[in-house]
């Protein structure tokens, strides 16, 4: 053991050749006999190099058990790069798992590249080949002897990683996609302008067939279908198919075709039990898919054959024609009615070649589509296709149900004028093509001989004068079988003045049409209302609609119907087909604003406040709403408005207006106070429906008058007391001396500056010391003191 692990078992072998179409190196070698001998576990270290690289581009560790028998080892190594690129060198040395030494390495064996041979252009490699979507490839443009690339492309352009030398180039394209087209050309070009350029075509292995599945259907050839896959490699390149039989691999059973659906088919002979491979295969791969079948659980029919039918007015029974198979046949018949719904009726196989079916329950005079499929009664595999489908048109009948009957009633001389209108209910039935109807009418009174009228089918109305008395008319439906049952009017013999007097009440239109309610009279089995649809046009085409006893409401609705035309409506109780009025509506179906402005007539201005008068304004049937008032906007020239009692009103372009309304539409006069004097506005009035008003546009301007009364203020407030001012300063010398005299002063007197005379400090005026003017004596004891 010592021994061993000193010893080294060195390579004496090496041998070194490539396969080029799988881009693999092939490696055998060999160490010295007595390591065969001793059977021992190895370990042996490869290397992989490249001439133009200066390390080695793989290293693996390769662990073996030799044996007594001396057989050469072997390795194979994949490139990721085409072999003739560039030269491959492979080295190898060895040790024996007991040792710690490695042997020497082997010298260097070499595959010589292309690049090592003298060529008269430059060459690319791999050679063209198909490529799967998604993988990467590297390809290599090796030029001659001495000469270098110039360019290496790729088209459609893609993203690559380059590398290069003077004489080889690489390109590696990752991700293949087939989105840039189904191939990919790459070109090459030397110094000398010399090229080579190559194509790859970019694809998908195909995938396991789906929906593989074989069957027959006359037990005589079966036929097998799938789906093809998408693979994006066309002509020569498809997938090809072959299917064969387990007892006989080797031998192709049929030929595919493919379209929309892949199919294959062939002669069953006397085999019951098949077990069939079907094997796909292209450039890029192989699958396979089987189907193990017995033949008689494989029944898909064919469809049936020359179908047609014998029909009554509610019947419809339908034959056709089958060949044969041999087996029992379960048969299915579907019935398309006119609504959409669909009916299928069952039944069992039959003896005789020819099948027939009957339908009832339908409907007299009415269109169906028909058809029938079939599948086997035992081992059931699929329906049959439909046969085509056969359009069947039943007998006519009776018609059944009523014509919905309605009259408008003109008073004139000696009677009245019944215009008659009739429609077809949702539970009447023509059963048939209506040819005419027939107007009866019968006075009730003196039993005298009814008469009739025949009108053809394109008529719904009619006009008939009948004298006072009351009238029983009715009117039936004909077709080529029969006539409907008569429905009835009773119109009564004194005319109906009470429609004057009724008062028209509002109604209110809805998102869905109009409401109207009444109230309802328990003596009534019905109601009916009526209207125009076009109330403007005449005839107005008139509409009715019925209600049970027990209604009170109703949304009447019609596509006639518009914003902004006001619609009359007639509510009638009908008791024993005799109608009478009860109430009147009137209403839009949406109100719509005015179509004009009041006319202003009249502006009387103070200088506080404007009168506006204007003219009574028009609310016949033409308008677009019922008026329900007035807006009066008022606002100055300059500023914003805040008149006392209004209310703001933004327009548009955000200015302000005072806004009053008038909710008494009969109004035609309205004063406007708080106004300044001397102060120019903007005045409009706006008449508004339930549907709004039309925008303010057009404004009329007034100017307030002077306030006289503010002027006399004025003057004795200001212009008064500045007169009296002016003339009290014009005078001021002359109004002080008269209103404010001055009074001297004793000590300050020239006449008192004498020393000589004083009594307790203060100075005493002598009488001869002055002269006076006049001398006046109060109190003569006082005189004759002085």
Known sequence: ??????????????????????????????????????????????????????????????????????????WTWDSDIPLECMSHAVRIRSKAEASKIWSQWSLWETVPGLDTSNRSGPLIFPKEKFLAEGSDITLCCIGRKGQTIKEFSVYPTVDVFKHTNSQVRLLTVENLSHD??????????????????????????????????????????????????????????????????????????????????CSCSWDIGQQRIWNVTLTVENPLGKKTATDVFDIKHRIYPTAPLQVWEDSTDTEITLHWNYEKIGIELFWQTEVLQ??????????????????????????????????????????????????????????????SGKLDMWREITPVLGGQNVTLFWKKTPSFQ??????????????????SKPESFSFSSVYNSTKIFIDNHSYRISIMAKNNVNFSLPSVLIISGAPDNSTEELKEGLVNGTDDGILISWEPRSIYDSYIIDWCNFPRLQPCDLQWKRFGPNTSSAVISSAAFVPGVRYKFRIYGSVANKASILEKKIGYLRELPPRLDPVVRKVDLTYHSVTLSWDSYLTDESEPGFLRGYHVY?????????????????????????????????????????????????????????????????????????????????FLLVIVPTLVAAVCHWKMKWVKECCCPVIPSPNKSKVLSFKECKIDSEKVLKINDCIPDVLAMDNNDEAQKL
């Open 430 to 447: 023509a059963n048939g093509k209506i040819i005419s109807y027939e107007v009866t009418w019968e006075k009730l009174e003196d039993g």
């Open 180 to 261: 840039k087209g189904s191939n990919i050309q790459v070109y090459c070009y030397d110094e000398d302008g010399e090229s080579h350029e190559a194509a790859f075509f970019v694809g998908r292995p195909p995938d396991t067939p789906k929906d593989f599945s074989c069957q027959t259907q006359d037990m005589k050839r079966v036929t097998c279908t799938w789906t093809e896959g998408e693979t994006y490699l066309y002509g020569r390149n498809s997938p090809r198919y072959n299917l064969s039989e387990m007892s006989s691999q080797n031998m192709s059973l049929c030929e595919a075709s493919c379209s929309k659906q």
């Open 634 to 714: 008022v606002s100055p020239i300059q500023g914003n408005c805040n008149l006392k009692g209004s209310k703001k009103h933004l327009l548009p372009d955000d200015s302000e207006l005072c806004k009053y309304t008038i909710e008494n539409p009969e109004e035609k006069r309205y004063t406007v106070e708080h106004l300044m004097p001397n102060t120019k506005y903007k005045i409009v009035v706006k008449a508004f429906t339930g549907g709004g008003e039309t925008p303010i546009v057009n404004f009329r301007y007034i100017d307030t008058p002077y306030n006289s009364n503010m002027l006399y203020f004025v």
């Open 338 to 399: 006119p609504d959409g719904k669909v009916e299928l009726h069952n039944s069992s196989d039959m003896e005789s070649r020819h099948k027939c079916v009957t339908v009832r329950g339908l409907q007299p005079y009415t269109e169906y589509t028909a058809r029938v499929r079939c599948g086997a009664a035992k081992h059931f595999w699929r329906w049959s296709e439909w046969s085509p489908p056969l359009p069947i048109r039943t007998k006519e009948g009776t018609p």
């Open 1 to 74: 053991f010592a021994l061993l692990e000193s010893s080294v078992f060195p390579v004496r072998y090496l041998n070194i050749s490539k396969d080029s179409d799988l881009q693999r190196l092939l490696v055998e070698w060999d160490v010295v006999k007595s390591a065969h001998d001793a059977e021992l576990a190895m370990s042996f270290e490869i290397q992989v190099r490249r001439t133009d690289e200066a390390t080695t581009v793989w290293t693996e560790f390769h662990n073996v058990t030799l044996d007594k028998l001396e057989k050469p080892l072997h």
